[in-house]
């Protein structure tokens, strides 16, 4: 669900990227840029979210395994009206959690020293955090911000080999009126 303050953010992301493209390459660059941004960030809206979970290394954890942490985040998702995320166990030696969700399901990956380490009120706390982020919705923002820095990455990549490339074959690269400009 996009709110009013998402949309305004996404409409700033995409305006920002738009006027990058436009005033490195013209109006195609920004066309361009436009066109790579809403497929990047489309498909990381539209894209399961636990699979970027088990892109991360993460293993789904079975209520045998933690059925108190089972039963905490039941607890937490009820009292939030949402329902049971799934939970994942995320490689790392850092205490983290991160929660994922689509419009139908949702996830909490947490790693092995956060349910180690910390105590249980701790724990609580976390995955209460994660449960706030899905239950207000703040997800579809990140996601979709995180597939413009992708494309962003991607297309600063294209532009630094186009302009070595442009260099080596002996193209004016005119960097040096661009650097003036901004």
């Not at 066309?31 to 498909?43: E, F, H, R, Y």
Request: glycine share 10%; charged share 15%.
């Amino acid at each position: 669900m996009l709110t009013f303050r998402t949309t305004v953010c996404l409409v700033a992301l995409f305006l920002l990227a738009a006027l990058v493209g436009l005033t490195t390459v013209g109006p195609f660059g920004a066309a361009v840029v436009i066109a790579v941004s809403l497929l990047t960030s489309t498909a990381a809206y539209r894209g399961r979210r636990w699979a970027s979970l088990r892109q991360m290394g993460g293993r789904p954890i079975q209520w045998f395994e933690a059925p108190d942490l089972y039963e905490l985040v039941d607890a937490l998702a009820r009292r939030a009206g949402l329902p049971t995320p799934r939970l994942y166990l995320l490689p790392g030696r850092m205490v983290n959690a991160v929660a994922v969700a689509t419009a139908g399901s949702s996830a909490i990956g947490v790693t092995a020293p956060l349910l180690r380490y910390m105590p249980p009120d701790e724990v609580a706390a976390v995955i209460a955090h994660e449960i706030a982020h899905i239950r207000h919705g703040d997800l579809p923002l990140q996601m979709v911000a995180a597939g413009l820095a992708g494309a962003a990455t991607a297309l600063a990549e294209i532009g630094r080999f186009g302009v070595v490339f442009a260099w080596l074959l002996g193209f004016p690269v005119g960097l040096g009126e661009l650097a003036a400009a901004l």
